[in-house]
């Protein structure tokens, strides 16, 4: 194996936020797709601990990035506590297939264990995504199981 993954740090603000448009861009396809200004400061509060959550980034032994996780924290009161949510899961295609998904996900759930989560859950992209049926056994592969439809909703300003 010549990748590794670690915690991200602050000197991987530039990388994480460019895999993760990458991400959306592929999710959406649209390949000049580009993230909002805020998006450094959520990587921010995350690496400084402000937010509850972590980043996880997979590199060559060159140090360059190959895949990276993010997960959040979410307190619910029907689940009687804290839950972790993977928010962002990217690799390389270049590495798909090799098991960086796999580790990346490993590493978030030992974030889990390290702070009492008993549950982590993934919100799949939508049906009509090109690699939606790869991504569902891909998740499928590593434990997850399916828990029902997701929707969401923009919050209009006053």
């Not at 603000?13 to 959306?24: K, P």
């Not at 797709?33 to 060159?62: C, H, M, W």
């Amino acid at each position: 194996m010549d990748w590794m993954v670690r915690p991200a740090c602050k000197t991987d603000e530039h990388n994480v936020i460019e895999a993760i448009r990458f991400l959306c861009a592929e999710l959406r396809a649209k390949p000049d797709l580009k993230l909002p200004l805020t998006a450094s400061d959520v990587f921010q509060r995350i690496v400084y601990n402000t937010s509850i959550g972590a980043v996880f980034i997979a590199e060559t032994t060159e140090g360059n990035l190959i895949g990276c996780i993010t997960v959040s924290v979410q307190e619910v009161i029907f689940r009687g506590g804290p839950y972790a949510l993977i928010q962002e899961l990217w690799v390389h295609p270049e590495y798909r297939s090799l098991s960086v998904g796999a580790t990346l996900v490993c590493s978030v759930e030992e974030f889990c264990r390290k702070h009492s989560l008993k549950r982590l859950e993934v919100c799949l992209p939508n049906e009509s995504f090109v690699a939606f049926n790869k991504t569902h056994k891909f998740y499928g592969s590593v434990g997850f199981t399916d828990n029902g439809p997701y929707m969401a909703k923009m919050v209009s300003e006053y």
